[in-house]
């Protein structure tokens, strides 16, 4: 049993940077995969980067590989997204998830817990 809360969205311009934790509750957090995803108006929910338990392994959208990072530290039950060179088409709500086999999966339905997502929104 994993609950996950998002934090760390806000405005910002294009070229910016923000970073997103993902603080989670839960003895099963290090063991667990950790997914980000985000879902703009009208769209449906789009992988953008996974770790696996160990941190180990990566895996991004070719959208935002080499502007974003995903790491996570299991003593603080926390992952976080550092999103650089943000741009306006990067606008959406991200979520965090988590998935119990521990692997860094990239399809929403691999994933097991959800966050309640946190608004970015990058300006032009």
């Known amino acids: 049993q994993v609950q996950l809360v998002e934090s760390g969205g806000g405005l910002v311009q294009a070229g910016g940077s923000l970073r997103l934790s993902c603080a989670a509750s839960g003895r099963t957090f290090s063991s667990s995969g950790v997914g980000w995803f985000r879902q703009a108006p009208g769209k449906d929910r789009e992988f953008v980067a996974a770790i696996g338990w160990s941190g180990a392994s990566t895996r991004y959208a070719n959208s935002v590989k080499g502007r974003f990072t995903i790491s996570r530290d299991n003593a603080k039950n926390t992952a976080y997204l550092q999103m650089d060179s943000l741009k306006p088409e990067d606008t959406a709500v991200y979520y965090c998830?988590?998935?119990?086999?521990?692997?860094?999966?990239?399809?929403?339905?691999?994933?097991?817990?959800w966050g309640q997502g946190t608004q970015v929104t990058v300006s032009s």
């Open positions: 998830a988590a998935d119990a086999t521990g692997w860094a999966r990239v399809a929403v339905a691999g994933y097991d817990y």
